[in-house]
């Protein structure tokens, strides 16, 4: 995508790329910007906002805007490294599966077929309660389910260019694997492959602040926006919001998402007509 | 006579190029009376389509009438209301697709189809007096089991049936006036001329008028009374049929008219005894065990030489290319490169077996990597198979360009969407000439092209045969192709060889049955084609 | 019609090979575990004694072939195990939860499938409106949001501020139903929010898809008006997609429903699930997982077959 394409961008996207950029800014510089730590106890419990601390305090006493600064960092951070790994696997493994075809793709096919006929909540939950709630686990097993995801749009995508002459031609010229997927299909799937892996990191990100939300994700004291909705969800009950904060964070920073992957889509599909 | 059946007026149409207005049509004129069949011809892009389904007051999405006017039997149909334009629909001007089979709805009987205008939409009939009108038409139109054929889905009958049975539709509401838009492109030649057939006995004995869209010429010339070109949105000219198959006027006209003249240079038949540059023998090849799709195919080709391997759609001749290039294994026989067996398997040939046998494929546009500039794509063989590099390989990409007459300071930077379809297919060439192969596998190089390109194209390849003693497997289903550059003819007919020989003895009599018929199907400029060939096969 | 029905067998004996390889999976994966279930659930002080004595109870000394034949021959016969927590049998668990969660899904369910169908047949017919923009974002919105999200906004206005419903979704055994509906309106509505955005949008699709067909443009060439081209042409060759976007999204429902339990205090399979990976009570962990996922297979079967029954390629061979 070049700079020029930005023009004439709707208001939807512009929208969403602006939030994206200040939430990333927030994740970097969250030590700088957080006035405290993340599991600093710094006033009485459930304090209300104004005052000293800007959006008051959690149930421990903590200042809730420095751990939800804190939060963007943890949140953003670690459904970030696990959509990176559901990607590069899923996709990597997808482009074999249509360039080889054969025994190769029926195989990982079958495979992700199953792994896919079940809700990925419900296998998340079997695996964390074996395999218990520590981050590693969380990311590996969510990383697992999600690429089976990206496996079979990656690879619906090339087989449609792996149909193409061009294809056929380099493999008639006896081309290699890696030349076949890195030159001659790679740079014609880049554009869905990008927009997807906006969908899945929301996909990522709803599921990891999900399970935080259940207890069985990130584990405290570590600032994360779905165990913040957690921890003072009792204030809603007496017309409270603080719990809306950080599910409000969540929700603004995936609608952005789906904005700018919705346009990016509506264009690719309209310069193909 | 009175005034016409339909008159339009200066019309200019525009379709939506992102966010700017393109022109298809420019302040194009024609004029219809009943019972009169006008001829429009032109090659892609021309507009013919556009022009056929404005007749009808209808523009597709993304498309719109910037000026002009319509007149349908004394109606302004741009000023007519959207329930008025939708009561003459079905009713006084029907229309018939190019693809039937994409144009009948999937869940519904053929009957319940036809039925649909005179009974549901516009009223004109019970439902029993319709079906047994769409059975008379059905007879008419030679449908095979015309009581029963319209209980069957669109799925069930074959493309030639569908494309009468959609006429049959088009007729169920005895409109004054029917839009064919290439009816019969789609089809196979043999296949063709029953339809053709089949629509201008219809259309005569209805007496309805007709407006015929296609880019063939000699097909235009049997069904209609005149013929109106266009180019580029544009008339060149409109004549009665006969005048203008006999006297063009216009220059853009004449060079239609003459593309068919052209013939490579003759070659000698190759010594008996020479040794082939491929030589296919006896090869069968399958996709699913036990269902062969080629059987016990051979034929040589020589070097210099060029082997044109004809046939309709199904009949096997693109599945020797792939059994050729090692796409698909052969189960027996045998594939010889200069006398030496080649493995069934690509991924057991070595480089220097690959160099030798390149393919030009017939779509230009998936052929090329879209991502990748003309630089890329011909120098990517130079390395691969020659080990060029840096200034050489350089050198060599703008050499290739001028030998396929391109600029090389224009066009080696390019991607292939900067190309037009003939600038594409020369691109393939050049790439297939990269690797200095003995010879080329042309599948239906030129047939998605229009009839002037493609001609640029057949010159080309004959010249740089001529320079490079190069031999060609051209692979086509078309016969003038093959009259214009074959030496010697491969004809085939499900996955078999039914006959072959110099292209001299092929195209003289005594021919195997399916030859003659393939040859007969094939439609002369002469209006009076369809006429003798039928009279002649009812006669044998 | 013998290919047909062919065809549905098919796809039934497919439909019990993936449940039998996820049940396979579900009982494996617990067999990851270093070590086994009996020192997880003890703990590392526990002596070798306890441990042997306790592996013996859960029957952990068999081979893992037999102890997955008996387990599966158990719940096929509605046996589904112990609970480690309290040692209460799984199936008296699931009794009444069972029931709650399907009652909530198909609550949830009757009011979306039609919403969605309408909301997206209209965006369909008018694409590149107002309205239809504004609905692109609105459930463009509603998708990005986490259920719990949606929950807590419902919960805030609808409960806390005007006092229409009540937060706490539990209802006695002899509920009628209407109060049932009544005190499960918000996690239904949560659900329906959620589900309806998803089911439009993929309607919209699937119907725009289909009126780029060059048989659409013959029927309005015959004549046709816009509703016969929709109800006549476009709907009839929609329904397979339809189907399964339904089914989809029913299937979504059924996890869904897990975390809008927690939110609402709802007494379903949801909340049992949760809790017994918070304490790690494997057994019910995998009776629920199994449970959920025949569901989740039995939609996705279901819509198979009836997108093969109304394929008219399929329904009338050549």
Sequence with gaps: ??????????????????????????????????????????????????????????????????????????????????????????????????????????????????????????????LLSIFGTSIAALVLVIAVLEMTRVFRLSRAVAMNVVVMEFVEVARLRGEGLGWLIGREILPNVTAPLVAEFGLRFCFVFLAISALSFLGLGIQPPTADWGSMVRENAALITFGDITPLLPAGAIALLTVSINFVVDWMLHRASGLQD | ??????????????????????????????????????????????????????????????????????????????????RRLRGLRGRRIAYVAQSAAANFNPSQRLIDQYTEAPVDIHQLRTRPEAAREARELYARLRLPEPDVIGFR?????????????????????????????????????????????????????????????????????????????????????????????????????????????????????????ATPVLRVAGVTAEYSPGTPVLQDVSFDVHSGRTVAVVGESGSG???????????????????????????????????????????????????????????????????????????????????????????????????????????????????????????????????????????????????????????????????????????????????????????????????????????????????????????????? | MAPLARMILQRLALGLLTLFLISLFIFLAVELLPGDLAEEVLGQSATPETVAAFRRELGLDQPAHVRYLDWLGGIVQGDFGRSLANDRPISELFAARLGNTLFLAAYAAAISVPLALGLGLLAALYRGSVFDRSVNILTLSSISFPEYFVAYILLLVLSVNLGLFPSIADFGAGAGLGEMLYRTFLPAMTLVLVVTAHMMRMTRAAIINLLA??????????????????????????????????????????????????????????????????????????????????????????????????????????
């Design chain 2, 153 to 273: 889905y669109p799925h069930q009958v074959s493309g030639g049936q569908l494309q009468r049975a959609m006429t049959a539709m088009a007729m169920s509401c005895e409109p004054d006036l029917i839009i064919f838009d290439e009816p019969t492109t789609a089809l196979d030649v043999t296949t063709q001329i029953e339809v053709l057939r089949a629509i201008r006995d219809a259309v005569r004995e209805i007496g309805t008028a007709a407006i015929y869209i296609t880019h063939d010429l000699a097909v235009v010339a049997q069904m209609a009374d005149r013929i109106k070109v266009l180019l580029r949105g544009e008339e060149v000219e409109e004549q009665p049929t006969r005048a203008m198959l006999a006297a063009p006027r216009e220059a853009y006209s004449r060079s239609l008219w003459a593309v068919r003249s052209f013939r490579a240079p003759e070659h000698s038949v190759p010594p008996a005894g």
């Design chain 2, 317 to 540: 001749k693109s599945t020797a290319a792939r059994v050729i290039t090692g796409l698909l294994p052969a189960v027996s026989g045998r594939i010889e490169l200069d006398g030496t067996p080649l493995p069934p398997r690509l991924a057991r040939r070595d480089p220097a077996a690959l160099r030798q046998v390149q393919m030009i494929h017939q779509s230009a546009d998936t052929a090329l990597n879209p991502k990748h500039t003309i630089r890329e794509i011909l120098g990517r063989p130079l390395r691969f198979y020659l080990g060029l590099r840096g200034p050489a390989r350089e050198a060599r990409i703008r050499e290739l360009l001028a030998d396929i007459e391109l600029d090389p300071d224009d066009f080696i930077g390019r991607t292939p969407a900067a190309l037009s379809g003939g600038q594409k297919q020369r691109i393939g060439i050049a790439r297939a000439l990269a690797a200095e192969p003995r010879l080329i596998i042309c599948d239906e190089v030129t047939s998605a092209l229009d009839q002037l390109v493609a001609e640029g194209i057949l010159k080309l390849l004959t010249r740089l045969q001529e320079v490079r003693g190069l031999a060609y497997m051209f692979i086509t289903h078309d016969l003038a192709t093959v009259r214009a550059i074959a030496d010697h003819v491969v004809v085939m007919q499900h996955g078999r060889v039914v006959e072959q020989g110099p292209k001299d003895e092929m195209f003289r009599p005594p021919h195997h049955p399916y030859t003659r018929l393939l040859l007969t199907s094939v439609p002369d400029m002469d209006p009076d084609w369809l006429d003798r060939t039928i009279a002649e096969r009812q006669e044998s």
């Design chain 1, 1 to 126: 995508m070049r700079l020029s394409d930005l023009r004439g961008m709707p208001p939807t996207a512009a929208f969403g790329l602006g939030m994206i950029m200040f939430f990333a800014v927030v994740a970097v510089f969250a030590g700088q910007i957080a006035p405290h730590g993340q599991t600093e106890i710094v006033g009485m419990e459930f304090e209300p906002r104004g005052g000293d601390f800007v959006l008051g305090t959690d149930n421990l006493g903590r200042d809730m805007l420095s751990r939800l600064v804190w939060g963007a960092r943890n949140s953003i951070g670690i459904a970030l490294a696990t959509t990176a790994l559901a990607f590069t696997a899923g996709a990597l493994l997808g482009l074999l599966a249509a360039v080889l075809g054969g025994w190769t793709d029926q195989l990982l096919s079958r495979f992700v077929d199953l792994l896919i006929s079940i809700p990925s909540l419900l296998f998340a939950l079997l």
């Design chain 3, 213 to 318: 067909q060059p048989y659409i443009e013959m029927a309005r060439l015959k004549g046709a008006s816009p509703l016969r081209v929709i109800l006549r042409h476009a709907l009839p060759n929609a329904l397979a997609p339809i189907i399964n976007v339904v089914a989809l999204n029913l299937a979504y429902l059924v996890t869904g429903v897990v975390i809008v339990e927690v939110v609402f205090v709802y007494p379903g399979l949801g909340q049992l699930m949760v809790d017994a990976v918070a304490t790690r009570d494997i057994p019910v962990v995998q009776a629920c997982c199994l449970v959920f996922a025949g569901i989740y297979i039995l939609l996705n079967l279901g819509a198979d077959v009836l997108a093969i029954a109304t394929n008219p390629r399929l329904l009338h061979r050549r």
């Design chain 2, 1 to 82: 006579m009175t005034e016409p059946l339909l008159t339009i007026r200066d019309l200019s149409i525009e379709g939506r190029q992102g966010r700017a207005w393109q022109p298809i049509l420019r302040g194009v004129d024609l004029e219809l009376r009943r019972g009169e069949v006008l001829g429009l011809i032109g090659e892609s892009g021309a507009g013919k389509s556009t022009l056929g389904l404005a007749a009808m007051g209808y523009t597709r999405d993304g498309t719109r009438i910037a000026g002009g006017e319509i007149t349908f039997d004394g109606m302004d149909l741009r000023a007519l209301g959207a």
